[in-house]
């Protein structure tokens, strides 16, 4: 399936790629952190306690998907999943019970995002709006 991003761009989804990001655990759970919120692999990293570079690599195979859009200041790089996704991923999510992990992550994003102004990272500022009320 292809999409036409732009005229200048052409993305080819995979979806044989998009359920291989989306089936594994903790890909589902940055793939939760990020639908609401732009954040960089640091603070992914905190928010999940696990080492940056699990979080990286985790990243990159939900970004080969064509799941996310991201945002470059200065040495870091925000990530969100992209706006047209969130519908599929709420599909995906269903009516069913949220994992016991999810409500801890949320608890853990919060408290990282209410210090990122005193943080090592800047925040993002094309990507900085909240989407709460559209969360998976």
Known sequence: MTRIVDTRKVVT???????????DATRWRIVRLV???????CELAEILGM?????SSHVQIIRRAGLL?????EKWTYFRIESKYLKLLRLL???GAEEPQWASDDK?????????????????????????????
């Not at 408290?111 to 094309?126: F, Q």
């Not at 900085?128 to 559209?134: D, G, L, V």
């Open 13 to 23: 989804i995979s979806p044989v790629e998009v359920c291989r990001a989306l089936g």
């Open 35 to 41: 639908a609401q919120d732009a954040l960089c692999v």
């Open 51 to 55: 080492p940056q570079s699990s979080v």
């Open 69 to 73: 859009e991201s945002e470059k200041c």
């Open 93 to 95: 999510k269903g009516e």
């Open 108 to 136: 853990n994003a919060a408290a990282r995002l209410a210090v990122r102004a005193g943080s090592c990272c800047p925040g993002p500022k094309r990507l900085a709006k909240s989407r709460k009320t559209e969360s998976v």
